[in-house]
């Protein structure tokens, strides 16, 4: 009973507490759930839309020059002017009318110059006939001895000093005393980082020595000539003397037989005889002399032609000589260097100055192996038709025109381009190695007028060394889908349809070109492609956006262009709110 009485003290309480708790949460009122919110995410998208795109291949490199000119000393001598040149008959409006102008007026300035000029007696101005035509040789003459009086002679009555130039000071005197015939020419300053056109003088050597040598040549080639006429006059007058030698013989001949038919009929002396044959040999001997002559002379005549043939080459020699104490561009050009001062002693083969052509320029730039064959054509026909020669005695420069591929060139600041500064190229040549070091192609680029429209502080012109973004365009693609490369995700796109979130798979393969992706199917012209960055993802998504095509458009680059598409600002309403 103890026992029993035990039990039923512990086991009641805890019967009792257990009714009490389920009674307890029975009749407990529950807590009502509070409506659950949900926050709608904001995205930016913009609605696809067929475009054309056109394959580009994106490099970098720096600008080079696409001639080079170094000049030379080729004689020695002082430098006697820069920066301009001796006259040229380009020089004057009409270069008969100056000359006789200077004959027939008789102004100070015209007869101190007629005096100077009448040095050259091969000039002679008695000669000169007003009413007709100056030959040319004669012009060239007077240019000649022109030049010698404007670099040797100082025509004005000014005193010039050692660091002063007679040629320029000269060529003004002139210019400003007969304005109607001499063309004023600009002066040059030859300094590095200064232009000079097509033809413009660097400086000129002095020419005095090379105009002596010439004017003896010319003086020796005449004596020569005149030996060869006498020698001519000679060997007729022989001519004509052999003859009468002849007869003379003959006739001494026959008198010397005479006597020695009276000999042997013992009607005359042997010493008569003896007399007459040594006439007659005389004559014979005499008769010989004069064919040897005869002979000698054209000999002697052909050698004084050799000797005028030695004479003029080196006449022809100190001529160009003479025509390289001058220094001319051979195409417009900046000075990049400059080693030149006036009255300064330069030696044979000495450089003077360096410079560039600015007429064209070259950017060398570096392109990934791996994309270059995205520019080619992929047809099977067009390769069919290759022609690797061609390509090898082109550098290839054919094959990218055949094939329409384009070359821009842009101003990039660090990894920053300038998009407004654009220069259209074409592809010259590819490079015959590969950088060691980025394994990257280099094509170059040739760009016609890089000064061309210059400004400064808004269009700088391609100058050496700068560094610029170069880009090849190759074929267009039409009806292609383009949008910035963000918004494609491993092979999907996230859409937007009817606010919620949809994910799109594409199977096509994309084509990334720069910072866009290129995709032809997968997806319909309308279809709203979000460009923000969403995370986590998932479909029916409750998601808002903000239409921002027209914007995309507007900064697409100029291988991607839109169709022509009526543009509209979208309101999205979703759950009272509007966008």
Same mark, same amino acid.
């Given at each position: 009973?103890?026992? %029993?009485?035990?039990?039923?003290?512990?086991?009641?309480?805890?019967?009792?507490?257990?009714?009490?708790?389920?009674?307890?949460?029975?009749?407990?009122?529950?807590?009502?759930?509070?409506?659950?919110?949900?926050?709608?995410? !904001?995205?930016?998208?913009?609605?696809?839309?067929?475009?054309?795109?056109?394959?580009?291949?994106?490099?970098?490199?720096?600008?080079?020059?696409?001639?080079?000119?170094?000049?030379?000393?080729?004689?020695?001598?002082?430098?006697?002017?820069?920066?301009?040149?001796?006259?040229?008959?380009?020089?004057?409006?009409?270069?008969?009318?100056?000359?006789?102008?200077?004959?027939?007026?008789?102004?100070?300035?015209? +007869?101190?110059?007629?005096?100077?000029?009448?040095?050259?007696?091969?000039?002679?101005?008695?000669?000169?006939?007003?009413?007709?035509?100056?030959?040319?040789?004669?012009?060239?003459?007077?240019?000649?001895?022109?030049?010698?009086?404007?670099?040797?002679?100082?025509?004005?009555?000014?005193?010039?000093?050692?660091?002063?130039?007679?040629?320029? !000071?000269?060529?003004?005197?002139?210019? !400003?005393?007969?304005?109607?015939?001499?063309?004023?020419?600009? %002066?040059?300053?030859?300094?590095?980082?200064?232009?000079?056109?097509?033809?413009?003088?660097?400086?000129?050597?002095?020419?005095?020595? /090379?105009?002596?040598?010439?004017?003896?040549?010319?003086?020796?080639?005449?004596?020569?000539? *005149?030996?060869?006429?006498?020698?001519?006059?000679?060997?007729?007058?022989?001519?004509?003397?052999?003859? #009468?030698?002849?007869?003379?013989?003959?006739? #001494?001949?026959?008198? /010397?037989?005479?006597?020695?038919?009276?000999?042997?009929?013992?009607?005359?002396?042997?010493?008569?005889?003896?007399?007459?044959?040594?006439?007659?040999?005389?004559?014979?001997?005499?008769?010989?002399?004069? !064919?040897?002559?005869?002979?000698?002379?054209?000999?002697?005549?052909?050698?004084?032609?050799?000797?005028?043939? %030695? @004479?003029?080459?080196?006449?022809?020699?100190?001529?160009?000589?003479?025509?390289?104490?001058? *220094?001319?561009?051979?195409?417009?050009?900046?000075?990049?260097?400059?080693?030149?001062?006036?009255?300064?002693?330069?030696?044979?083969?000495?450089?003077?100055?360096?410079?560039?052509?600015?007429?064209? @320029?070259?950017? #060398?730039? +570096?392109?990934?192996?791996?994309?270059?064959?995205?520019?080619?054509?992929?047809?099977?026909?067009? $390769?069919?038709?290759?022609?690797?020669?061609?390509?090898?005695?082109?550098?290839?420069?054919?094959?990218?025109?055949?094939?329409?591929?384009?070359?821009?060139?842009?101003?990039?600041?660090?990894?920053?381009?300038?998009?407004?500064?654009? $220069?259209?190229?074409?592809?010259?040549? *590819?490079?015959?190695?590969?950088?060691?070091?980025?394994?990257?192609?280099?094509?170059?680029?040739?760009?016609?007028?890089? /000064?061309?429209?210059?400004?400064?502080?808004?269009?700088?012109?391609?100058?050496?060394?700068?560094?610029?973004?170069?880009?090849?365009?190759?074929?267009?693609?039409?009806?292609?889908?383009?949008?910035?490369?963000?918004?494609?995700?491993?092979?999907?796109?996230?859409?937007?349809?009817?606010?919620?979130?949809?994910?799109?798979?594409?199977?096509?393969?994309?084509?990334?070109?720069?910072?866009?992706?290129?995709?032809?199917?997968?997806?319909?012209?309308?279809?709203?492609?979000?460009?923000?960055?969403?995370?986590?993802?998932?479909?029916?998504?409750?998601?808002?956006?903000?239409?921002?095509?027209?914007?995309? $458009?507007?900064?697409?680059?100029?291988?991607?262009?839109?169709?022509?598409?009526?543009?509209?600002?979208?309101?999205?309403?979703?759950?009272?709110?509007?966008?």
């Amino acid at each position: 009973m103890k026992k %029993l009485l035990k039990i039923t003290l512990i086991l009641l309480p805890l019967f009792l507490g257990v009714v009490t708790v389920v009674y307890l949460v029975k009749t407990k009122n529950r807590p009502q759930a509070k409506e659950k919110k949900t926050s709608i995410r !904001k995205v930016r998208y913009m609605k696809a839309t067929k475009a054309q795109v056109q394959k580009v291949v994106t490099g970098y490199g720096r600008v080079a020059p696409a001639r080079d000119w170094t000049a030379f000393s080729e004689v020695q001598g002082k430098v006697i002017c820069l920066g301009f040149s001796l006259f040229q008959e380009k020089d004057f409006t009409n270069l008969t009318d100056f000359i006789h102008y200077l004959k027939k007026n008789e102004d100070k300035q015209s +007869q101190t110059l007629r005096k100077k000029i009448a040095h050259n007696q091969k000039l002679k101005w008695e000669n000169i006939d007003l009413s007709s035509e100056f030959s040319s040789h004669q012009a060239g003459l007077f240019l000649q001895e022109l030049n010698r009086v404007i670099a040797t002679e100082s025509l004005s009555s000014e005193t010039l000093s050692p660091e002063e130039n007679h040629i320029w !000071k000269n060529r003004s005197y002139l210019s !400003k005393h007969y304005p109607q015939y001499i063309l004023e020419k600009p %002066l040059f300053e030859i300094k590095a980082g200064y232009f000079l056109p097509p033809g413009g003088v660097v400086c000129q050597i002095d020419p005095t020595e /090379y105009n002596l040598f010439i004017e003896q040549k010319e003086i020796e080639i005449e004596k020569l000539q *005149i030996q060869i006429l006498e020698l001519q006059k000679d060997l007729d007058h022989l001519k004509r003397i052999i003859r #009468l030698e002849e007869k003379r013989a003959q006739i #001494l001949e026959e008198e /010397y037989e005479r006597k020695e038919q009276l000999a042997r009929n013992e009607a005359g002396s042997k010493s008569e005889m003896q007399r007459e044959l040594e006439n007659y040999l005389r004559q014979l001997n005499s008769v010989q002399e004069t !064919k040897n002559r005869i002979a000698l002379t054209p000999i002697k005549i052909k050698n004084l032609h050799a000797s005028i043939q %030695l @004479a003029n080459s080196q006449l022809v020699q100190a001529k160009l000589n003479r025509d390289k104490t001058i *220094i001319r561009t051979p195409f417009a050009i900046r000075i990049s260097e400059e080693n030149l001062e006036l009255n300064q002693f330069v030696s044979l083969g000495q450089v003077l100055l360096k410079g560039y052509g600015i007429e064209e @320029a070259e950017v #060398l730039g +570096q392109f990934q192996i791996k994309d270059m064959h995205k520019i080619f054509p992929q047809h099977e026909k067009r $390769w069919s038709q290759f022609d690797f020669q061609k390509v090898l005695t082109s550098g290839a420069q054919d094959f990218f025109q055949e094939n329409n591929i384009q070359a821009s060139v842009t101003l990039a600041l660090g990894e920053k381009t300038l998009p407004n500064l654009i $220069w259209s190229g074409r592809v010259s040549r *590819i490079l015959s190695s590969v950088d060691i070091n980025s394994q990257n192609v280099t094509v170059v680029v040739t760009v016609k007028g890089p /000064y061309d429209n210059m400004k400064p502080g808004v269009r700088p012109p391609l100058v050496k060394d700068m560094y610029c973004k170069v880009q090849l365009l190759g074929e267009k693609l039409e009806d292609q889908f383009c949008f910035p490369r963000n918004s494609y995700q491993e092979g999907r796109f996230l859409c937007l349809e009817e606010g919620k979130l949809k994910i799109k798979n594409i199977s096509e393969k994309a084509y990334f070109q720069d910072n866009y992706v290129v995709i032809t199917d997968g997806l319909q012209e309308g279809d709203k492609i979000v460009l923000s960055d969403v995370f986590p993802a998932y479909n029916d998504m409750p998601i808002s956006g903000v239409d921002t095509s027209e914007e995309e $458009w507007k900064n697409y680059p100029s291988f991607i262009k839109i169709k022509e598409v009526e543009i509209k600002k979208v309101e999205v309403k979703e759950k009272g709110e509007s966008k």
